[in-house]
């Protein structure tokens, strides 16, 4: 009996034993899991876009800068290259050294209060200036900002945008350790100068009227790059231009075009735009990314609304609607363009007969979720009425949102350019885009987002265009009203037949610009 109990107690020891080690090996092999886990969920995820970005803000001063690639579903494939890199590093540099508040700043201004003419040799300072002037919408902002922003790249000026309106109650600071923001006491903002083509200041004025030549070099110049400007304002991106303007300390420019596609025309500008740019397309996208950083509070009504209506879906829609005229409102024609377009190239399902088939219960159902932005909200209303009152043919759920309706555009009122903004960047995070033909403010939201759109014909005469959209191949705004020329050895050439990567917008026949890349 002894031997019985003794041999009985020695099983469970060993069998004790075993258990132990197993349980042993079990939670090493779970905790190495979990570690593993943990160790992916910590990668750092490239919060500095590939060093499009400076590692030098702060971070809580503008969550947006290095926390926006986390609400995208998928890194931008767009990554920047190591010229470009180096050249805003380069500029950071420059900006901090002749920026608002340091003495090279205040003697260029001194010159410019004293407004004397600089005899040909002799020295500008350090220092020279481009100051962007606000003006139209937020789109146009963004776009002309951007477009200030390369030539001042290109030609070794600061910018310097325009804060009487609200620039900095919706972006943040994009140069670290600076300002980009024009003091309020400039001495050219004081009320006292209309900038228009009557300026007498205005380059392509002074050039119609003979009064500019390389023996006399003005304090300043005023560029005028507006939908009604003449050729003479548009083509001061030339060479022959450029030599003289290069000399001018300060310009002033007011533009609400994205001229971006005409700096190409410049053979100077054309080498420098190759290397910083060698995939064309990704102009706007890259520079957007690095200069438009929505502000604190900006960024929460994008992350809020994000969460609450865009995350959890299984592919996500973006619809921008802009309605050219002068009562301009909900159009029938308009809603039938919208579907029409969205159905045919497969982006939402047709509509099941209410006597068909129900989908299998058992089915795991697909949520995709639609962003509807527009100053009206019939049209989005139209949608979610579509889709509540009979089922998809796919058995999709289809969720229609729309943040806002204000029905007027409010431009330079503080909340609703917040409104505005946060729109913009909810549709750059989604998957995929519809936008108005013509509209900058849809032009902004897909190239932010590295998204080719479908593009919505502008309708005529009140009918649905037919076909009713079409797929851009190009991520770049265009240019609206563009020269009908190149410069110089190009002045007789239709300006869309150039160069192969310069060609007409596909929303506008035969007439805008915009870059399209090569590769």
């Known amino acids: 009996m002894k031997i019985l109990i003794t041999f009985l107690f020695s ?42 970005l400076t590692g030098d803000f702060d971070e809580g001063s503008c969550f947006s800068r290095y926390h926006k690639s986390s609400l995208y579903r998928q890194p931008s494939p767009y990554k920047p290259s190591e010229y470009l890199v180096s050249k805003l590093r380069s500029y950071e540099v420059l900006h901090k050294r002749c920026g608002p508040d340091t003495k090279a700043y205040k003697e260029a201004t001194e010159n410019l209060v004293r407004d004397e003419n600089y005899a040909e040799g002799n020295s500008i300072g350090e220092c020279r200036y481009i100051v962007w002037i606000a003006g139209y919408g937020l789109g146009n902002r963004m776009l002309t900002i951007a477009s200030a922003f390369l030539y001042a790249l290109l030609t070794e000026r600061i910018i310097l945008v325009d804060n009487r309106k609200d620039v900095s109650d919706i972006l943040c600071e994009p140069f670290p350790g600076t300002s980009w923001l024009l003091p309020l006491d400039f001495p050219l903002m004081n009320g006292t100068y209309r900038f228009d083509k009557g300026y007498s200041r205005c380059y392509g004025t002074m050039l119609n009227n003979h009064a500019i030549n390389s023996t006399s070099i003005p304090q ?79 960024w929460g009504m994008v992350t809020r609304y994000y969460h609450a209506h865009l995350s959890r879906a299984d592919e996500t829609l973006g619809i921008q609607i802009r309605v050219f005229r002068k009562n301009a409102g909900y159009f029938q024609h308009v809603m039938d363009q919208i579907v029409g377009c969205t159905q045919r190239q497969k982006l939402l399902p047709e509509l099941a007969s209410q006597e068909g088939p129900q989908v299998n219960a058992s089915s795991i159902t697909k949520v995709k979720a639609v962003l509807v932005t527009s100053l009206y909200p019939e049209y989005s209303d139209n949608l979610k009425s579509m889709f ?132």
Not at 458 to 484: G, I, N
């Open 388 to 519: 509540w009152e009979r089922p998809s043919s796919t058995g999709e759920v289809v969720e229609v949102n729309q943040p806002s309706g204000e029905r007027f555009q409010q431009t330079d009122k503080k909340l609703h350019d917040q409104k505005a903004l946060a729109e913009i960047y909810l549709l750059s995070l989604t998957d995929k885009i519809v936008t108005s033909a013509r509209s900058t403010f849809g032009y902004a939201a897909y190239s932010i987002g590295g998204l080719k759109p479908w593009l919505l014909f502008q309708p005529r005469d009140l009918t649905t265009p037919d076909p009713p959209c079409v797929r851009s191949t190009s991520m770049e705004p265009c240019y609206l009203t563009p020269p009908f020329h190149g410069c110089e050895a190009d002045w007789g050439k239709n300006s869309g037949e150039i160069f192969p990567f310069v060609k007409h917008c596909e929303d506008l026949v035969d007439d805008g610009l915009k870059l399209y890349d090569e590769l």
């Open 11 to 52: 099983c469970v020891l060993v069998l004790s034993i075993m258990l132990l080690s197993s349980s042993k090996n079990i939670k090493n092999q779970l905790l190495d899991a979990i570690s593993t886990v943990s160790k992916e969920s910590e990668t750092p995820r490239d919060k500095l876009l590939g060093g499009l």
């Open 220 to 298: 300043h110049l005023y560029l005028h790059n507006l939908h009604d400007s003449r050729d003479e304002d548009k083509m001061f991106v030339c060479e022959k231009d450029q030599g003289l303007i290069n000399k001018v300390p300060w310009l002033i420019i007011q533009a609400n075009v994205y001229f971006v596609p005409s700096l190409w025309f410049n053979p100077t500008f054309r080498p420098e735009l190759t290397k910083l740019f060698p995939q064309k397309d990704t102009v706007f996208h890259l520079l957007s990314r690095y200069l438009f950083h929505p502000t604190n509070q900006v």
